[in-house]
């Protein structure tokens, strides 16, 4: 089946959708290549990265169609005709063909690309500048063009002539709603592929750049513009992305987050230069950025406070950049803090969350608090996934062990201390865990051992037979 | 040796001192530990500002993690305390554990933790946690021996925490001392809870710890007691096993040298 063809073979007929056995028929030296659907969406992506130069508001249309919001923008590239020339031109030089058009929403662009692609139309102009097309171009479901053309409406226009409701009868709701637009009466938001950001500036340049001091310096004077645009507005960064066009198209944008709304340009240099800095890839100039974009994402209002005299105050911010500056370089999700879990089993006593998030939450948090003038109840490590020991034999079958053997090396027990049993959360769990016993043990070179018995003895674990088989034991901590 | 040649020796190991410490402000704070002896060798207790070192043989990581943490608590004093990790070591001797931490009397909420993948961001993050005043103290954690901390490595932390006045501790399992800038250096092995009934309360965790360098006192090797109720050392209650004395036939140039300035 062809999948898309070009110029020449819809010249001799073919179509997309005809068998490739009648095409190879009607065309025997047909030159054929595997549809790759990734790599198409792939490349659609990658002009829509491109297309962010343009206005943010960049949403794509599936299968190789894309949606750009310009209102406002326009203006900036010498009006809405050299937008297009510029747009359909620096396309063009790299091997696509396009068809684009303005128009006042988006379905009526969407149907003069297929038709009169070039064509600009002017505000509730929408309507006259359809209606001779094949209604084909309206991209609607294959039924409905086929019925359309059975019903005899040929053309846009035929079908605008009928009224709605005569429409939504025969064709449904979603079609005459399509209709409607394509005629530019009302429009459907499009969705943009990312938010808008909420400040954005940025900095084009005749020359491109491609050294890293320049790169570094454009950063810095774009952080200085975008501080004091949010200042006004008292607003402070959470999240900073900076998008770097380059000349040949491809765009790399690279992200910060913030633990806490950054006000200060220099922090924001800072958090790229150590991003950039640790990039896996790095930043690969090419024939260097002729555009660099630096936009915050996410805002939060800022408090002015009154400094504290309680130095912890302090100490907490500093903490906060010191955390930002490491996420910046190594990843949020590796640096973390531990926040207490309501449950008895070991291993879920503490959950690890980025400390970009939740280090206040970390810094309040209640744990509980341990036994006075006991030793310690709880190893200082804890394996994350218990580690089985053999067990030659236990004098009382629901007892300690006497030696045990972890990780191939014996150890005899000198102390023991327990069972401590922690029944497992039958409220919480699908599959049926097994009850532990817990034991504090100390060898015979003074190494102490947290060790289990997974299991009742002659109560819960059972063979094959359904016989009682003898439970496992796991090594889960190791005390100080 | 002659007394003259002692005290050319002396002057000039003066010299060096005041060469080497020139700027930093942090280097006479010292924390004491609550062992009176070790106190005594430290001359007043583990200096801050500075790296310490403790290594272990690989199955002894937990007492090693367990002197660490106790050296973290006397020393960070309330404030926050960021450990460095390796990805691996995890996987050897097991994560550390926030509900351990607090039963030796330690707080968790102070620790902020750091995964690193390798030893290179390792070693960058704590030279940058090192440079920044609002922490207590920096762990870092490496296991094995690592090619990447050398000299240079070392001096580099030394700089940062001498600046800063946060003390770096470094925890090396399963690795060999080599030189280094470390202010001190340790060998950190299990001490046998002391003699008793079997079934009797035991588990306080003891430490045998042996001082393999100190750059103002005596080296040495003690049994020390982690006090969980009071979080600090002391000497323990009862001997359970011989220790190795301390060397008396070096003298201490630090002594001497406060001894013919006085």
Known sequence: ?480 | MSGARMSALATLRGQIERIETAGAVHLHERVALGHGEIDGVLKGGLARAAIHEVFCEGRQGTAATGFVMGLAGRISAQRPLLWVRQDFSELETGALSMSGLAELGLDPRRVVMVRAADVESALRTSADALACDALGAVVLELWGDVRQFDLVASRKLTLAAQGSGVTGLMLRMAAQPLPSTAETRWILRAAHSPPGSVWSAWGTPRFDAELLRNRHGLCGRWIMEWNCDECQFSEPSTYSQPVAATPADRPDPAVLWERRTA
């Open chain 1, 1 to 480: 089946m062809i999948h898309a063809l070009d110029e020449t073979a819809e010249r001799l007929g073919l179509y997309i959708g005809q068998p490739l056995a009648n095409a190879r028929a009607m065309c025997p030296d047909l030159r054929v290549f595997d549809a790759d659907v990734a790599a198409d969406a792939k490349t659609l992506s990658d002009i829509a990265d491109w297309c962010d130069r343009f206005t943010p508001l960049v949403a794509l249309d599936p299968p190789h169609g894309l949606f750009l919001d310009i209102t406002g923008c326009a203006h900036l590239f010498g009006g809405e005709a050299a937008l297009l020339k510029t747009l359909v031109r620096a396309l063009a030089r790299q091997g696509f063909a396009v068809g684009a058009a303005i128009a006042g929403t988006s379905v009526c662009a969407r149907t003069l690309t297929r038709q009169a692609t070039g064509s600009i139309v002017p505000d509730g102009g929408e309507a006259a500048a359809i209606d001779r097309f094949p209604v084909s171009a309206l991209g609607a479901d294959e039924a409905i063009t086929t019925g359309l053309r059975r019903a005899g409406l040929k053309t846009i226009g035929d079908v605008a002539a009928r009224t709605p409701s005569e429409i939504t009868a025969r064709f449904g709701a979603r079609f005459s709603t399509l209709l409607a637009h394509a005629l530019g009466q009302g429009d459907a938001p499009i969705s943009p592929r990312k938010p808008l950001p909420d400040y954005i500036v940025e900095k084009r340049f005749a020359e491109p750049i491609a050294t890293d001091t320049m790169i570094a310096m454009t950063l810095s004077r774009l952080a200085d513009t975008l501080i004091a645009s949010m200042e006004k507005q008292g607003k402070g960064a959470r999240r900073l992305e900076a998008a770097f066009f380059r000349t040949d198209g491809a765009v790399r944008a690279i992200m910060v987050e913030t633990g806490r709304p950054v006000t200060r340009s220099a922090v924001i240099d800072r958090l790229f230069s150590e991003r950039l800095d640790a990039l896996a890839d790095p930043l690969d100039p090419g024939f260097g950025f002729d555009m660099v974009r630096l936009s915050a994402s996410r805002t939060e209002i800022v408090v002015q406070e009154q400094r504290d005299l309680d130095a912890h105050v302090h100490d907490n911010d500093e903490l906060a950049a010191l955390i930002d500056r490491i996420a910046a370089r190594i990843g949020g999700k590796r640096v973390i803090v531990h926040l207490p879990e309501d449950t008895h089993i070991p291993e879920q006593a503490a959950q690890a969350a980025p400390a970009q998030h939740h280090l206040a939450a970390a810094m309040q948090a209640e744990w509980p608090a341990r036994v006075e003038s006991e030793p310690p109840l709880r190893p200082l490590r804890l394996f994350d996934k218990p580690e089985p020991v053999t067990v030659p034999f236990a004098t009382v079958p629901d007892g300690p062990p006497h030696q045990f053997t972890w990780r191939r090396a014996k150890h005899a027990v000198v102390r023991v201390e327990g069972p401590e049993r922690i029944a497992m959360e039958w409220w919480r769990q699908d599959g049926k865990q097994l009850t532990r016993d817990y034991f504090r043990i100390e060898d015979a070179e003074g190494l102490r051992f947290w060790i289990f018995r997974d299991g009742l003895y002659e109560g819960e674990v059972f063979d094959a037979d359904g016989k009682p088989a003898p439970p496992n034991w796991y090594v889960h901590g190791l005390f100080a």
